[in-house]
């Protein structure tokens, strides 16, 4: 049985930093793409950043570029993303989520070609 579980979700100021954290188990993770996405009430889930399985491709959306910062670590099957430089438009319930392994660039923006996902984890980002 395939399990992600995110952790590292909270409340920090503007401006501050938080580090996201997703442990598989159940997956061969080695081989998947790996992804951040996020959700606020009311608005579709959309992509944060992508990596692929050697960690050697990374994808942002253009909104985080330059702040965030994803990687994975495959000896202990953890995916992170370094978030720094908050706003509070980043508020959100942040998602990790597995599939492929993706050979186009355009899957990795797609939530629908991820097929695993965790339960999320609440980022608050208070002015």
């Known amino acids: 049985q395939v399990q992600l579980v995110e952790s590292g979700g909270g409340l920090v100021q503007a401006g501050g930093s938080l580090r996201l954290s997703c442990a598989r188990s159940g997956l061969p993770f080695k081989t998947y793409t790996l992804g951040w996405f996020r959700q606020v009430p009311g608005k579709e889930r959309e992509f944060v950043a992508g990596i692929n399985w050697s960690g050697s491709t990374t994808y942002y959306a253009d909104s985080v570029k330059g702040r965030f910062t994803i990687s994975r670590d495959i000896a202990k099957n953890t995916m992170y993303l370094q978030m720094n430089s908050l706003k509070q438009e980043d508020t959100a319930v942040y998602y990790c989520?597995?599939?492929?392994?993706?050979?186009?660039?355009?899957?990795?923006?797609?939530?629908?070609?991820?097929?695993?996902w965790g339960q999320g984890t609440q980022v608050t980002v208070s002015s």
């Open positions: 989520a597995a599939g492929g392994p993706f050979g186009y660039a355009g899957d990795y923006y797609s939530s629908d070609k991820y097929n695993y």
